[in-house]
Structure formats: C-alpha cells, structure tokens
C-alpha cells in the first residue's frame, strides 16, 4: 500500500507525462494521482491533414477521489524524471522467479 512517502507501492498505474516544451531541451512533467478509478486520454490536433503537431491535450476522465496533480517545471527530461522518482520512490525490482518465467533445462 502506497502511504505517499513513496518507496512502498508495489502495483499500480503511475499516469506520469514527461512533455518536451517548444524551448529545445526544456522538459516538464504532470503526474495524476487519483484514489479512484482514472482514464487518461491523450488527443494530438494536426492542420490540414499533415503530420504536424499544432497542439496537444491531456484530459482525465475520473470517477473521483482524492485527486491530487503535482507539476515538475523547467529542467532537462533526466532531471524532470528525478523530481518524479523523488516524489514516488524508486521502483522495486521483484525477483526473477516473481516474473512469471521459469526456466527449463
């Protein structure tokens, strides 16, 4: 069970979006976290039929909950992705045999 002190959660869904700015090199990150169920959806808008992004949106669908949004600004991806495993903790690493493969020999 994740008590928000982070390095506890052992599952789950983490909608963490690590978004690139229009400055080169200047990243920011969005993560949802939600006590209920969430959906996010993703919508890229494109002009006249070309494959030119000219703006994007992220929406959450939610059936409620405590809701919580916490904003990384202005930094490179790397560090925007410290930030972020600042706040959750590091992911665990289960066991190879927890995996679901067994070797045969």
């Known amino acids: ?48 039929g070309t494959h030119q992004d000219v703006g994007s949106t992220i929406s959450y669908i939610t059936t409620g909950g405590e809701i919580e949004l916490f904003v990384f600004t202005k930094g490179t991806a790397a560090g925007i992705i410290k930030q972020y495993h600042n706040l959750i903790g590091k992911p665990s690493l289960p066991p190879f045999w927890a995996l679901g493969w067994q070797a045969t020999a």
């Open 1 to 48: 069970m994740d008590n928000g002190q982070g390095g506890l959660q052992t599952y789950g869904v983490h909608p963490f979006a690590l978004v690139q700015s229009e400055l080169d090199g200047e990243f920011f990150g969005l993560y949802f976290r939600n006590t209920n169920a969430a959906s996010p959806v993703i919508r890229h808008k494109s002009s006249n």
